[in-house]
């Protein structure tokens, strides 16, 4: 008697064969590779990835993104032109707005964005939206990495629920796993080839089969929640950091004390120290962001992160810390700020970069804006500013911008500016990043932070 056997049963005997059809092609380079969101991360990776051999589609909403890619018109400084043109020229890389494209895809990399709102809740809607897309279109035997930096659960919640509710088996005949972006912008030392990478799957073929394909830099750990946590633990140590040492800038400056010599002396101890310097504020696409979703987290399940609420206060108010500083150095020099010109050098939320992503400066340029007779931003970085709602051109560097200027402020230190000419020109300077003593350019025009 002959017994029909059902798919579901062919697929429970040879529950291994997606697995390892994927770990061949994934060994052998065949392994199609798909990476939604082609920002400051995303197209990053899809580059690191095409030039590993793979063949690479990126996705993205915008059009234009898309059309210009396809053209070798780059738009991320951590993205070399030539490298990228080369990987079109080979067909390596293309871009498309077609989801349909999807299930053509053996991994998927989702690298969207995750902000936070005015509230500074997370914002997860860009995830939720990818992996409902994911599902509609994804093919059996498919591995999916969320990339996207989040909160424990969310890829459970928002990658694995949508598979399973299409009738997929997670480890079985889909795979999926974290791994969070560790990108930092303009970082010419570390990057996608010798950075370590956390790599959590939902199982443990999931687990294998991520850190097949990210390589050599995969850090495997016990499962998606502790890479979930991994990512926004190691900022939230920062941003803590961050805010101490913050804290004690506003306390030298009570004392008399200054902050720059006294940091440089606690970090002249061979251990137990990590030096972090004092700023305007905390910017980037991660720090100022990250310690939110673990806030958020802490009070669905009633408790409260006070640390990292306290972290928080500390460093939103290093801006109005700022804007006190300068209306003093103002004041000193008989000059109301209503009355004065005001030049801000830099106003990237890093050094030697264009991201305006959660800069503090830029916060400090919307406490200035309407509080002063003229406002110059010196940014050559950017073309313009987009402050309290309205376009803030950017000026090119002249030295007799700064000889016309009541007050230069160093927002950022672009390795660009000429710190010389500027301390010979500039009537008077606050120096946020304390740049002219490292140039040896200290002088009684000159405050620091």
């Not at 750990?221 to 101490?244: D, H, Q, Y």
């Not at 810390?321 to 009355?339: C, G, N, P, V, W």
Request: proline fraction near 4%; charge should be negative; charged fraction near 25%.
């Amino acid at each position: 008697m002959i017994t029909e056997v059902t798919q579901e049963v062919v697929e429970y005997i040879n529950k291994d064969h997606y697995s390892e059809v994927l770990r061949r092609k994934i060994e052998d380079k065949t392994a199609k590779v798909g990476v939604i969101g082609l920002g400051y991360v995303g197209l990053p990776t899809a580059c690191h990835y095409g030039s590993k051999g793979y063949n690479v589609t990126g996705f993205d909403v915008s059009k234009t993104k898309v059309v210009n890619l396809n053209g070798g018109i780059n738009y991320i400084n951590d993205v070399n032109n030539a490298e990228l043109s080369e990987l079109i020229k080979k067909k390596r890389f293309s871009a498309t707005t077609d989801m349909n494209f999807l299930g053509e895809m053996d991994v998927i990399l989702i690298c969207v964005p995750t902000p936070i709102n005015k509230t500074k809740e997370p914002d997860i809607s860009f995830v939720k939206d990818v992996g409902e897309v994911i599902a509609e279109h994804v093919k059996k035997g498919t591995m999916v990495i969320l990339e996207s930096t989040t909160y424990p659960g969310t890829t459970e919640e928002y990658i694995c629920a949508p598979l399973i509710e299409e009738g997929y088996a997670i480890g079985e005949n889909v795979f999926v796993a974290y791994s969070p972006e560790r990108i930092d912008p303009g970082n010419k030392n570390f990057n996608l080839s010798n950075t370590p990478k956390v790599v959590g799957g939902m199982t443990e073929s999931c687990t294998d089969l991520a850190c097949l394909f990210i390589g050599k830099t995969a850090h495997r750990v016990n499962g998606l929640r502790v890479a979930e946590l991994s990512k926004i633990f190691e900022n939230t140590f920062r941003w803590i950091n961050m805010a101490l040492v913050n804290e004690m800038t506003v306390l030298c400056n009570e004392l008399k004390i200054d902050v720059w010599e006294t940091t440089n002396a606690a970090s002249s101890k061979p251990y137990g120290f990590m030096k972090f310097t004092p700023g305007i504020g905390v910017g980037g696409h991660c720090i100022p962001v990250d310690p939110y979703y673990l806030l958020f987290k802490a009070k669905e399940h009633g408790h409260r992160a006070k640390m990292i609420e306290l972290a928080g206060e500390i460093n939103d108010g290093m801006v109005d810390y700022s804007y006190t500083r300068i209306l003093e150095l103002l004041a000193a020099k008989d000059k109301l700020m209503k009355h004065s010109h005001i030049v801000v050098l830099g106003a990237a939320y890093k050094s030697d970069i264009g991201d305006l992503r959660e800069s503090p400066v830029v916060r400090l340029l919307e406490r200035l804006q309407d509080k002063v007779r003229n406002l110059t931003v010196i940014e050559p970085y950017v073309k313009e500013i987009l402050i309290n709602g309205q376009i803030q051109p950017v000026a090119e560097y002249d030295d007799a911008i700064l000889q016309s200027a009541d007050i230069v402020v160093i927002g950022t230190p672009h390795s660009c500016f000429d710190w010389k000419s500027i301390h010979e020109h500039a009537p008077l300077i606050f120096d946020s990043k304390n740049v002219m003593e490292e140039n040896g350019l200290m002088s009684d025009k000159i405050s620091k932070l």
